[in-house]
């Protein structure tokens, strides 16, 4: 099955700078966790799991991947049900389910994964209508019954991710401008009443923590509290100016001394590349992540049908929407919200997710078209 592959094709670049973000992530990990031996090795078996994966997906033709999507999205809601009704909680949210042998796991995030697969079967299946009202209309059920699950958890966060990546694989699908700008004319106005309703509390399906981030990026002077956490990251990445004050640092005043930031291995764990990396530090990863994106595209570019295409889009849209959303948070740029950093963030299903990703990209790659 392999002998027909030209291994020339195989990405290496794009494994490269996944394996520097993972080195870079362990590193993080260790000192925002005051070295704690067994987050760190939890994290490095994940790393070795998931490279393993991606070596073995990368030699499996995706189009056998992808055979199995409608099992892969049944799977998907099943485990999204899964959590709502057995599920262990943390605080408001109920995410996670505890599995024989393996462990925790969060659904969700191998659920974006899944939605990649699935919307890049049911796309190319129906690439020559994809803009006819029924096959939008039963995209839209499909996806929503994804993205209510999530919701409900609730997860506002990941749902958010799920719709980024839904709208980045239709645009890529070959959405008419038509539908863009007609579901533009709708969206602008309905956001805009979207945030007045908000000021006054009468959005029902947010919960009172959701709607306190959110006003508290639109009107920080009354919700100062909210934006604590943000404030200190802010400071925390300020600190470390150019060149950072050096990992395992020990001050006080550091993020995980100091007592100022919540998840900093997780949520917050660009404020520790700002502060213990510098500006340096934070550029090399801002490259790395970027690089990785790139590589995604490339690939979407050069891919011999529009199945693999959407894989790649797919995938560089999950990337660089999460990356973009968890710097941007730790920035200010952003409301509060809980996202890992791809590659970087602790967390073994993050970190598996995103692995099955890139393997079945790496096919993709190594599959290209032919050029004339």
């Keep these: ?10 990405n290496y670049r794009l494994f490269l700078y996944v ?4 080195i870079t992530g362990v590193l993080i990990i260790r000192s925002a966790s005051n070295q704690d031996a067994s987050m760190v090795m939890k994290q490095i078996i994940g790393i070795l799991v998931g490279l393993t994966a991606v070596v073995i997906l990368s030699l499996v033709d995706y189009h056998r991947v992808v055979s199995f999507a409608p099992v892969i999205y049944g799977a998907s809601l099943a485990f999204l049900l899964a959590v709502l009704i057995f599920g262990v909680s943390r605080g408001v949210a109920r995410r996670w389910l505890v599995l024989p042998v393996i462990g925790q796991i969060q659904p969700s995030e191998f659920v974006k994964i899944g939605l990649i697969v699935f919307f890049a079967w049911y796309f190319s299946r129906y690439q020559e209508r994809v803009n006819q009202f029924k096959i939008l209309f039963f995209a839209g059920l499909l996806f929503l019954a994804a993205f209510g699950l999530i919701f409900l958890q609730p997860n506002l966060s990941t749902s958010l991710v799920t719709m980024v990546i839904f709208l980045c694989m239709l645009f890529a699908a070959g959405l008419s401008y038509r539908w863009i700008l007609g579901a533009l004319a709708v ?53 470390g100016m150019l060149q950072g004050k050096g990992l395992n640092n020990n001050t006080l005043a550091s993020v995980k001394n100091g007592n100022f930031l919540s998840e900093e291995q997780t949520d917050f764990i ?20 970027a690089l990785t994106v790139y590589e995604c595209l490339i690939m979407a570019a050069r891919a011999k049908d529009l199945m693999g295409s959407l894989l790649c889009v797919g995938l560089a849209s999950l990337l660089a929407f999460q990356s973009f959303a968890n710097i941007a948070v730790a920035t200010g740029i952003l409301p509060n919200t809980g ?34």
């Design 270 to 289: 660009f404020a520790v590349i700002g502060e213990e990396l510098g500006f340096i530090g934070c550029i090399a990863i801002i490259v790395l992540i």
């Design 187 to 239: 969206v602008v106005p309905c956001g805009a009443l979207f945030i007045y309703l908000l000021q006054y509390n009468m959005v029902p399906f947010l919960k009172d923590y959701q709607v306190r981030r959110i006003m508290a990026f639109i009107d920080p002077a009354n919700y100062a509290e909210a934006n604590l956490q943000q404030n200190n990251s802010i400071m925390a990445i300020g600190s």
């Design 19 to 22: 394996l520097l973000l993972n």
């Design 1 to 10: 099955m392999f002998l027909d592959y030209n291994f020339r094709n195989y």
């Design 339 to 372: 996202l890992p950093l791809p590659f970087i963030s602790y967390g073994v299903s993050s970190l598996l997710s995103v692995y099955l990703g890139v393997g079945v990209v790496m096919n993709v790659g190594l599959q290209r078209k032919v050029s004339n």
